[in-house]
């Protein structure tokens, strides 16, 4: 069984910074693509940035310059450094990985999501 594992998130205020850690864990053959997603109160699950398996990144319009996702794949692990949060930043962040675990078995993972409050 392969789980994904966030922690980090909390409460902080506008300029401030937090990092958030994804940890994978289970029998994997191969870690692909890793990211991070969040979902604001009544609006749609959306796309913070991403990160190859070669660590080529991409990252959402809104928090270009701000964020920076890294990973480090002897830990099987996917970070996000957020600095100049803004309160619009609040939402609950998803980790969420590409994951082979047999030859014929490749598909999406989730986090369970943590909680990322940004105050005026």
């Known amino acids: 069984q392969v789980q994904l594992v966030e922690s980090g998130g909390g409460l902080v205020q506008t300029g401030g910074s937090l990092r958030l850690s994804c940890a994978a864990s289970g029998i994997m053959l191969t870690i692909y693509a890793m990211g991070w997603y969040r979902q604001a109160p009544g609006k749609q699950r959306e796309l913070v940035a991403t990160i190859s398996r070669s660590g080529s990144t991409n990252y959402a319009d809104s928090v270009k310059g701000r964020f920076t996702i890294s990973r480090d794949n002897a830990k099987n692990t996917v970070y996000l450094q957020m600095n100049s949060l803004k309160p619009e930043d609040t939402a609950v962040y998803y980790c969420?990985?590409?994951?082979?675990?047999?030859?014929?078995?490749?598909?999406?993972?989730w986090g369970q999501g943590t909680q990322v409050t940004v105050s005026e």
């Open positions: 969420h990985a590409d994951i082979r675990r047999q030859l014929v078995d490749r598909r999406d993972y």
